[in-house]
């Protein structure tokens, strides 16, 4: 159990850390940092109040010019020294800090000046212990020594660190999952896509299936549509693709390609595929279960303003743990997901309440949210296995394919089998005729 001690994390917005951050995160150690961008009263308060907690432990800064010309950052090390919280930096492009300073004084306008003057005086020589090298040489050790001096201890699992794989649909069971779960949307998906398509022309459309897997749901929802002329899948699994060629193979406006959506080069790699395929842009993307599993969302779906034709849509469907109800034995449902999402750390579980949120604020226009709502009356055994599957026991297997991945890990080998014995307490009750389960799923669909 964590005892609720933290360490502040301060950076650049403008820098990436979330390397850092899941490593502090695997290393069991709590964090807290903010993730919104602006710098206001609320923001002020907010940081004051984690910086002042006596849980806070220390702070940790990221140094780069980006954040050592950021008012943020000064403001939080100044908090850390007025509430007495000891700090550590390291630097992200593995140079002294001095030489951070001078070369953001050099780049700056009067205020980062002001800042970068100030800042240095915080970061004297002596006061870095790591650079970006020292940290992925040996990072445990330099941060548990560190961390343990400030009293910061990592969680009772932190011994059992492990690595959560991403995801694939080679895991175990998985495929008839995804077969089920083709199936179940069939409705849902087409009425999106009629809604989508009914502002766009109606013959030479271009679409874009995201994390296509073996075109089950792309040929199902796009291959009786003929106003389509070019159906581009893309996903990272070669094996999957394979399947998804072969399932297509009849019609030549599909074609496939191997394409990481987390990748730097993710939109290069699109514009590639464009031009092999003579395509100016796209009408549609379409992105089922997709979304959930990429490292940066926000960052892909704002990638994508790049390849759309003018008015093209986007239509994405996710689904929300947070929609999952239950009686009775709703506290064993939500203990089975709140547990196994702390190991299924790769996949964001609750994105369907933040479509909205990510469209509208990415600048994505004439948003609808559509809904499918499910739930145990009047079901038969099949369909409530259907339910049970997709709310619960498939993540028996995701968390046994991560164990795989860290065989003799006694963290996860004691999860699995406390999972194993939830699942069972709660199917014995899932089937009766008195019990309900609902759950909620989204579809979000947006023009570029
Ligand atoms: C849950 S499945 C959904 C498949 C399909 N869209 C559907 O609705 O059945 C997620 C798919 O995304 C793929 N995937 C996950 N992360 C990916 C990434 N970073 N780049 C490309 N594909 C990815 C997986 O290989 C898998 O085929």
Redesign the pocket.
Known sequence: MSDGNYVFLSYSHKDNISYYIDVLNIGGYNTVFDETISFGEEWDLKVRRQLSNSRCKGMFVFLSEKSAASNAVLTEIEYAEKYNKPYAAITLNNESPQKIFAEALRSGNEMARFVIENLSVYFPQNKLYLLKNDFNLDLKGKLSQTFKEWGLLPDSNADDVFTAS?????ILG?KER?HW??NG?VKFDNEAIDKALASLPDNNLTVL??????A???YSRFANRPQFKKIIG????QS?LDAAKERCKNDPRFCFY??????SDFCCAIKNIMQENDIKGFDLI?????L????KPKLLLLRLFDLFNPGGKIII?ESDDGSKLCFPNDSLAEEIIKRTNAVIKSSDRIIGRKLYPYLSELGYENIELLYSIDDTINKTRREKEWLFTMGFSFRLNRIKSIYAENPGNEFLKKEIQWLENALDKLKTVFFSRDFYYTVRSYIAIGSA
Do not use: P, W
């Open positions: 991403t995801y694939t649909s080679m998985e995804l779960q083709e949307y299936d995201l994390g296509c897997s073996d089950l749901v792309t893309v996903d990272y699994n999957d191997k394409v990481d959506l987390n990748s379409f992105a089922a279960f997709i959930q599993h990429v490292q469907r």
